[in-house]
């Protein structure tokens, strides 16, 4: 299920069952004092939220870009963060397609312009975030967490909006791609020095070279070696349950870190 805050409005993360794309509304940490203060307009921000998702729907269903970005406009006067709208609407409508095509009842060609068009809402949520950030260049200079997808994964969306959700919380951030052979992946960890490296499996026989990669980086001395965290559709459906020296999280929200910049 997709959560929300119910008063400041950002979105929580996905909570189990993922495949429920219902949404749910909590307090969260910073807004637990307001708590008594629940009344009708939460309840209508759900109604709100889920207006969204099946206007954005329905534009994908079409290949209707102007409409999309129409949407995007209505999202942000109702102060939906652009990181949000990415992680609590578009993915969401992206797993909907995942199974309409694996059912198909959703034909290539809807799929490719679904896909289409979230790349197409991507820039243009990533151009408007970065614009109000301050230090949100996707090529980083000094990276703190280098975001690699597993190898032959072909799956792109994810990484960006992880990249994006990172750089909103303060921590700079950048992609490597395509990914690198393991000695020149370890060798840009060690030059690099990020503290995490994060990695996104869409299949679960792409777990296999991020093994290898989890093993070469726990080789490295303490000094430069990264916290390894690894996600995507492979781990939030549990086909994978654990890689060797890596962390495995269903969830970008679950990850803490300081939050200067949200
Ligand atoms: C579009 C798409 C494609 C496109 C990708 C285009 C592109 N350039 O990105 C193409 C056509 C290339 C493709 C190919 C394939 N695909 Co595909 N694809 C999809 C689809 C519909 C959407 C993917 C997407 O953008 N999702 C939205 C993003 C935001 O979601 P996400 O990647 O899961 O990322 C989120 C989280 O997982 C998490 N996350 C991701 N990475 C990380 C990393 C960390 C560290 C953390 C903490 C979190 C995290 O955060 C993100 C935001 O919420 C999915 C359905 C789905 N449920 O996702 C199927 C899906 C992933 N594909 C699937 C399959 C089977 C394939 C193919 C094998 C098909 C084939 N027979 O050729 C190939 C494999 C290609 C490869 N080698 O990787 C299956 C995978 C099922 C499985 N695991 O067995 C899915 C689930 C469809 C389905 N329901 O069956 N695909
Ligand atoms: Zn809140």
């Known amino acids: 299920m997709l ?17 429920d794309l219902g949404i749910t509304h909590s307090v969260c940490r910073d807004c637990q004092p307001k708590a008594l203060e629940f009344d009708d307009s939460h309840i209508a921000h759900a109604q709100l939220l889920r207006t969204f998702h099946e206007r954005l729907f329905a534009a994908g269903l079409h290949g209707d870009l102007a409409s999309a970005e129409r949407i995007i406009e209505d999202a942000m006067l109702f102060k939906i ?13 992206m797993h909907q397609v995942g199974e309409a095509w694996r059912r198909d009842t959703l034909s290539v060609t809807q799929e490719r312009s679904f896909s289409e068009l979230c790349r197409r809402i991507y820039d243009l949520v990533a151009a408007k975030m970065r614009m109000s950030l301050s230090d949100g260049s996707p090529e980083a200079e000094r990276p703190e967490a280098l975001l690699f997808n597993a190898p032959a994964n072909r799956h792109r969306l994810g990484l960006r909006i992880i990249a994006l959700w990172l750089e909103q919380k303060g921590l700079r ?12 992946l370890v060798e840009l960890v060690s030059s690099t020095r990020p503290k995490l490296v ?7 026989e792409q777990a296999v070279g991020v093994i290898a990669i989890a093993a070469r980086i726990t080789e490295l001395p303490a000094a ?10 492979a781990v ?27």
């Open 3 to 19: 959560k929300w805050c119910a008063f400041c409005q950002q979105f929580q993360g996905e909570i189990p069952p993922y495949e």
């Open 224 to 233: 430069v070696r990264p916290s390894v965290l690894v996600g995507g559709y």
């Open 236 to 262: 939030k459906s549990g086909m994978i349950s654990s890689i060797p020296h890596a962390e495995l999280l269903a969830d970008i929200n679950l990850l803490a870190v300081a939050n200067p910049a949200a």
């Open 81 to 93: 963060r652009g990181v949000d709208l990415l992680l609590g609407i578009m993915a969401p409508i």
């Open 173 to 184: 951030a950048r992609i490597v791609e395509p990914t690198p052979g393991l000695d020149e």
């Open 198 to 204: 994060l990695i996104s499996i869409a299949v679960a």
